[in-house]
């Protein structure tokens, strides 16, 4: 069974951290692009952090650059996103999509998401 499972969320202070997982089942996630995309109340979905299947090569919106660290466990088929310094604005529910071309398909699978608080 094809699935991604997010974890690691919960209830963090501003200027603490955080490390989100995003687990894959039934593929290999080396073989996808992955992204970190969050949504807060009444906003639009946000990517924020990615990391490239070719090369590991990372990508991050201005708003998470510097605080936040996307990176890949091969062996455990999951990817991270490592908080650092979060702030109440980084409040959401963070959830990861995984992007691929299989073949002559463009395959997507996103998590079910993991909601992310940043409160004093």
């Known amino acids: 069974q094809v699935q991604l499972v997010e974890s690691g969320g919960g209830l963090v202070q501003p200027g603490g951290s955080l490390k989100l997982s995003c687990a894959a089942s039934?593929?290999?996630?080396?073989?996808?692009?992955v992204g970190w995309i969050r949504q807060a109340p009444g906003k639009e979905r946000e990517g924020g952090s990615c990391i490239s299947s070719s090369d590991g090569s990372t990508m991050y919106a201005e708003s998470v650059k510097g605080r936040f660290t996307i990176f890949r466990d091969n062996a455990k088929n999951t990817v991270y996103l490592q908080m650092n310094s979060p702030k109440p604005e980084d409040t959401a529910v963070y959830y990861c999509k995984a992007q691929g071309a299989v073949g002559s398909s463009l395959r997507r699978y996103w998590g079910q998401g993991t909601q992310v608080t940043v409160s004093s």
């Open positions: 039934g593929f290999t996630l080396d073989d996808y692009a």
